[in-house]
């Protein structure tokens, strides 16, 4: 070998034919993708669809969740009853491993909670698939072996390389990342950087359990919630219930038409309900709406906190309070893929075919066109962000969607690319989310949370809805 720039030069040379019975030569101790497992990053409802795919296609993989139970960010939301009823938060490859195995179906029509979620389906699920989900497994980081992102040369012939916070390896042939956005929400200033002494401040992250274990963290105290999404409404109609407790509501629209959403034309009864019901709160004086509020500048003063708004034209508004909850919505976090060739729209971070479908200045959820493994491909070949994670931050993700996306994927991984193209969708358009449309659309659609599996409902059971006629596009 020769030295040159940029290292060594190998200089051909011509290899004797291996004798039988002789060790491999170093070439052949390389492995092959092909041989490897696929390996899903996170075990919630789209995650463990995708495992249902591959098994039933009988692709070899592995599941790492980094919480100690699968669907770790659904239980965080336990509480919550979704929108959709169970008939429409079922996976299909899902449901014919669970039925052949004797599993029986919960009641269709019924909105169950996301612990019912787990305990009903996704445990189950992963009960089924043969020790091959592990939790406690955190991924810190995807490479491909022994390439960093600059090298080029048969890359596309190289394994994955998957490491853990452990510092376990583990090589994979491709990669379905479903790690969702529930541990990157966004910040509470307006402006998308954090507000002045913001991180000097507790803030609790959407969806508390206000009425359960975080009962006492409000109970007859002063809160704002700030966002206009489905995770805020959730957490002031809760809030709401507790007596001589004291809720501030505070948007940067001018008025709260999209978090009211459909009312009684919605597809999914239970969500317009949710819009209805907020409205004559806030229309009874319950609670307190703050428009055009640009969080700016948080300062304490001993247990109480000024939360101070300042709008483009520079006016400002204040609002004392003894607690904060920001569902301001979430955004990925791409760190751990940092040495992959990823091709990011610059605007919403989901890949750039697909950003143009999901925009949330042009599209609800219920208008994001059908899409799949063509539009979810980046550079890096073998690698897809499934799921929440996909749509960057974009708040139209929708379940239905997800599982459809990991349907796509599988089938292109197994070599069925006629099925990975046949992607289809069917999604209503009233009440579901909006960001930036024209008024009269906004007077009849809802904005959707960026929780991954979809948009919640008030943590008590609606007893008075009836879910048979649901959409069920929101899981």
Request: cysteine-free; charged content about 25%; glycine content about 12%.
């Given at each position: 070998m020769s030295g040159g720039c940029c290292g060594p030069v190998a200089v051909s040379v011509e290899q004797p034919a291996p004798q039988v019975g002789a060790a491999p030569q170093p070439r052949d101790l390389a492995p092959r993708p092909g041989d490897l497992p696929v390996v899903v990053i996170g075990a919630g409802p789209v995650g463990l669809a995708a495992a249902a795919h591959l098994a039933e296609r009988d692709l070899d993989f592995v599941v790492l969740e980094a919480g100690e139970q699968v669907g770790a960010s659904v239980a965080q939301w336990g509480h919550v009853r979704v929108f959709s009823p169970w008939k429409f938060n079922i996976d299909a490859a899902a449901r014919r491993l669970l039925?052949?195995?004797?599993?029986?179906?919960?009641?269709?029509?019924?909105?169950?909670?996301?612990?019912?979620?787990?305990?009903?389906?996704?445990?189950?699920?992963?009960?089924?698939?043969?020790?091959?989900?592990?939790?406690?497994?955190?991924?810190?980081?995807?490479?491909?072996?022994?390439?960093?992102?600059?090298?080029?040369?048969?890359?596309?012939?190289?394994?994955?390389?998957?490491?853990?916070?452990?510092?376990?390896?583990?090589?994979?042939?491709?990669?379905?990342?479903?790690?969702?956005?529930?541990?990157?929400?966004?910040?509470?200033?307006?402006?998308?950087?954090?507000?002045?002494?913001?991180?000097?401040?507790?803030?609790?992250?959407?969806?508390?359990?206000?009425?359960?274990?975080?009962?006492?963290?409000?109970?007859?105290?002063?809160?704002?919630?700030?966002?206009?999404?489905?995770?805020?409404?959730?957490?002031?109609?809760?809030?709401?219930?507790?007596?001589?407790?004291?809720?501030?509501?505070?948007?940067?629209?001018?008025?709260?038409?999209?978090?009211?959403?459909?009312?009684?034309?919605?597809?999914?009864?239970?969500?317009?309900?949710?819009?209805?019901?907020?409205?004559?709160?806030?229309?009874?004086?319950?609670?307190?709406?703050?428009?055009?509020?640009?969080?700016?500048?948080?300062?304490?003063?001993?247990?109480?906190?000024?939360?101070?708004?300042?709008?483009?034209?520079?006016?400002?508004?204040?609002?004392?309070?003894?607690?904060?909850?920001?569902?301001?919505?979430?955004?990925?976090?791409?760190?751990?893929?940092?040495?992959?060739?990823?091709?990011?729209?610059?605007?919403?971070?989901?890949?750039r075919a697909l950003a143009p479908l999901i925009d949330p200045n042009a599209h609800s959820c219920g208008t994001v066109p059908a899409h799949g493994v063509d539009e979810l491909a980046h550079p890096e070949a073998g690698y897809y962000a499934v799921g929440v994670k996909s749509y960057g931050r974009a708040p139209t993700f929708l379940m239905a969607t997800g599982y459809e996306q990991v349907r796509s994927v599988v089938a292109a991984l197994a070599g069925d690319w006629e099925a990975a193209r046949d992607v289809r969708l069917e999604l209503p358009e009233t009440g579901v989310c909006s960001s930036n449309l024209a008024e009269a659309q906004e007077q009849r659609v809802g904005l959707a949370t960026g929780i991954s599996g979809g948009l919640l409902s008030t943590p008590l059971p609606l007893v008075e809805v009836s879910a048979s006629d649901g959409g069920g596009c929101c899981g």
């Open positions: 039925e052949a195995d004797g599993w029986t179906a919960p009641d269709p029509d019924w909105l169950p909670t996301g612990a019912e979620l787990i305990d009903d389906y996704l445990a189950p699920l992963a009960k089924l698939l043969d020790g091959r989900v592990r939790t406690g497994a955190k991924v810190s980081a995807i490479s491909r072996l022994g390439y960093d992102r600059v090298r080029t040369h048969g890359r596309e012939d190289t394994p994955f390389l998957v490491r853990l916070d452990s510092g376990e390896e583990l090589r994979a042939r491709a990669i379905i990342d479903a790690s969702g956005t529930y541990n990157a929400p966004n910040v509470l200033g307006a402006s998308g950087i954090p507000a002045h002494g913001e991180d000097t401040v507790f803030v609790d992250h959407a969806l508390p359990d206000v009425l359960g274990a975080d009962r006492e963290r409000y109970a007859g105290k002063h809160t704002l919630v700030v966002g206009a999404g489905h995770s805020a409404a959730t957490t002031l109609l809760a809030l709401a219930q507790l007596e001589d407790t004291r809720i501030t509501w505070a948007i940067r629209a001018g008025g709260a038409a999209r978090t009211y959403g459909g009312g009684a034309a919605d597809a999914l009864p239970a969500r317009g309900a949710l819009g209805t019901r907020l409205r004559a709160h806030v229309e009874s004086g319950r609670i307190t709406l703050l428009t055009g509020f640009f969080t700016h500048s948080i300062t304490t003063d001993g247990p109480q906190v000024t939360v101070i708004s300042r709008d483009p034209s520079g006016a400002e508004q204040a609002v004392t309070v003894d607690a904060i909850v920001s569902a301001t919505g979430y955004r990925p976090d791409h760190s751990i893929a940092s040495e992959l060739r990823l091709d990011l729209d610059p605007v919403l971070g989901s890949t």
